[in-house]
């Protein structure tokens, strides 16, 4: 149960028996057969890519958002500590096909390609004040009806947007997986939970095969676009062995694994230690460790917070254990509309953002925001 509690910060969760999750697919690994880890781009996802200004006391901050879609309501998504927009990527290519919408992925301050002046606030004050700017820089004093949907830190970031008003055409909310008990039982030891991650990398497909074999995100496909929002190069130099240490202690090989399979990897191992010195390597673009002090002010009161927003509001759960007791008499009041997910990590709208999709679209049109797409069958 405690290592489950880590987990409402940052998208990982130990993995599911049965292999890893492509979409609704689970992939099934054959002797000898090798998935694909190398990456890919925004752009076979979103259909723009914008840095946006945005006027502070200490000058200008820039905030990278990702789009697409001109008609329709926006859908305006917040990703997880440490994650970036680009953790949104298949579920954007989803959400798009269904109904009839826009999309805007938002980094926060300090992640993915964000530069801000003061990156070390991660307030959820400020961040929720971010949001406010972004909407107001994007599209004036007449925004358009805007759905806030957030993952983790991202859902706690959404609820403190909704409730401050810093959106005022907001149509609806969605939390993705986070709860204020839950995440709040997890802060005592999510420090543990950090220092247990590899710090470094050798390569960006390294850091994306970690991520999916340590079961942070079960969908190979997600994890291909999405790793490159949570590291970045750095200059350290690669010839320190404990780089090459950390590297192979952060693979968690998986059970089905065959010994034909074993032996590639061996193999590959040896060449890739010969290359290593070649290759940059590869760290987390957020130093979590160091926010520690925002954290129970992200998740701290959330649970009233989201039940006092007055528009409609879905709460899209990994399980049920973790409602907390406001929400549990709340959900029965019937003032939000919740779905459990199973089989799913804390990455859901990763995991699988078909699901979510679903989940989503059949609020949207349920509540009268949009429709489906011509041709696409509910």
Known sequence: MEKQLHLNLLASRPPVAGGFQSGSNKMKMGPGRKRDFTPLPWSHYFETMEDVEVETENGKDIFRIYCS??????????HGGGHSALSWAVFTAVIYNRINCRVVAMDLRAHGDTKVKNPEDLSADTMAKDVGK???????????????????????IAVHTASANHVPSLLGLCVIDVVEGTAMDALNSMQNFLRSRPKTFKSLENAIEWSVKSGQIRNLESARVSMGGQVKKCEESTSNPSVTNSISEGIIEEEEDEEAEAESNKKRMKEDAQEVKKESIFTWRVELSK???YWEGWFRGLSA????????????????????KDLTIGQMQGKFQMQVLPQCGHAVHEDAPEKVADALATFMVRHKFTEFKEGFLC
């Open 291 to 293: 926010t520690e002090k």
């Open 134 to 156: 972004v909407v107001e820089a994007l599209y004036g004093e007449n925004p358009p009806p805007i759905m806030i949907i957030g993952h983790s830190m991202g859902g706690a």
């Open 69 to 78: 879609g001109s008609r329709g309501p926006v859908l305006f998504l917040l």
């Open 305 to 324: 917070l989201f039940l006092s927003c007055s528009v409609p509001k879905l709460l899209l759960l990994a399980g049920v254990d973790r409602l907390d």
